[in-house]
């Protein structure tokens, strides 16, 4: 097994996760595999991300399921989209599976991960 490369708890304090609530799903106009996601993050507002779910989600399905989002990551344009942030989700080997992180029970929106 490879070593793992580890990082300070400092660093880790950096990461802004929150609980979010997806409004709206969209297919993206340039690319096959992704959506276009509007996401309630409570007191941070609403944000548009980007996302590769397609393939793994049919749209009305994502639509007011809780998640996870990487809130401080730097914006990326993506296939000529500005996407503010990045759901979090677990991904097989593979990649043949693809399940979005949710908390286990309802919870505020913009609520913290630690």
């Known amino acids: 097994m490879p070593e793992e490369e ?20 969209e297919p993206h106009p340039n690319a096959d595999k ?3 996601l509007e996401v309630d993050l409570g007191p941070l507002g609403k944000r548009k991300l980007v996302a590769g779910l397609k393939q793994h989600y049919d749209s009305k399905k994502l639509i007011g399921k809780l998640c996870v989002v ?9 296939r000529g989209i500005k996407s503010e942030g990045m759901i979090l ?3 097989n080997e593979g990649k043949s599976k693809v399940f979005i992180i949710k ?12």
Not at 103 to 114: Q, V
């Open 6 to 25: 580890t990082i300070k708890f400092d660093e880790w304090q950096k990461l802004d996760l929150r609980v979010g609530k997806i409004l709206s799903v």
């Open 103 to 114: 908390p286990e029970k309802e919870i505020e929106l913009g609520s913290k991960i630690h």
């Open 70 to 78: 990487f809130t401080n990551l730097e914006h990326a344009t993506i």
């Open 34 to 36: 992704l959506y276009l």
């Open 89 to 91: 989700a677990a991904v």
